[in-house]
């Protein structure tokens, strides 16, 4: 068989989604209305630093006026560190191939 190894790894991620899809289930299952089975660090965070009674001394210069240029400014930011990344890689790589 050509292709044995790849069709068992491909099994094993099959497996592994459904065990975790059924178990995410089964959690979600036992929570209340309003619960999060899978909340950030962040979250907890900004709670308890609230808690605390701390007021921040400064604001941000601008604020993005909605949530979807926040998600673009996020993208865009994303994706020219990837480009320069893969430009240094790639720089890298060519001149290794000709020295």
Known sequence: MKYGMELAVAALIVVFAAVFLFQDAAIQATLGDGEEAWGGADGEAAGLIEASGYEPWT?????????????????????????????????????????
């Open 59 to 99: 604001g941000p210069l601008w604020a993005p006026p909605s949530g979807e240029v926040e998600s673009l400014l996020f993208a865009l930011q994303a994706a020219i560190g990837a480009v320069i990344i893969g430009y240094v890689f790639g720089y890298w790589r060519g001149s290794r191939r000709t020295a």
